[in-house]
């Protein structure tokens, strides 16, 4: 697995069409057989910033797989518009440093 982070500066009169286009964008994302994962955090310290973080099954089935496939069209064309705003896009491996707890549902 390989995780995607894109880093983006939205001024915030472009945010709601920001939210909704990633809304839009998120059915491509949810058709891939790459895409294991994803998620859109807004910052509470800084509102403009957001960051985009994906799991993918490997960096080919990103770089090869999504982007070549029709999802990637239909996902580029939502957001495109705000490919300006991209302050930082990057691949990251886990390393063993990793935990995450279970919660039951009361």
């Given at each position: 697995?390989?995780?995607?982070?894109?880093?983006?500066?939205?001024?915030?009169?472009?945010?709601?069409?920001?939210?909704?286009?990633?809304a839009n964008a998120s059915a491509?994302?949810?058709?891939?057989?790459?895409?294991?994962?994803?998620?859109?955090?807004?910052?509470?310290?800084?509102?403009e910033l957001y960051i985009l973080?994906?799991?993918?099954?490997?960096?080919?089935?990103?770089?090869?797989?999504?982007?070549?496939?029709?999802?990637?069209?239909?996902?580029?064309?939502?957001?495109?518009?705000?490919?300006?705003?991209?302050?930082e896009m990057r691949h990251y491996?886990?390393?063993?440093?990793?935990?995450?707890?279970?919660?039951?549902?009361?």
């Amino acid at each position: 697995m390989i995780v995607e982070y894109i880093r983006y500066k939205i001024p915030r009169e472009r945010q709601t069409e920001f939210e909704e286009a990633y809304a839009n964008a998120s059915a491509s994302l949810n058709a891939s057989k790459h895409c294991q994962m994803y998620e859109l955090t807004h910052c509470s310290e800084e509102p403009e910033l957001y960051i985009l973080r994906i799991e993918w099954d490997s960096l080919d089935g990103h770089m090869n797989g999504f982007r070549s496939s029709p999802e990637f069209r239909d996902f580029f064309r939502y957001v495109q518009p705000f490919f300006n705003d991209i302050q930082e896009m990057r691949h990251y491996e886990l390393t063993r440093l990793s935990k995450r707890k279970e919660f039951s549902v009361a």
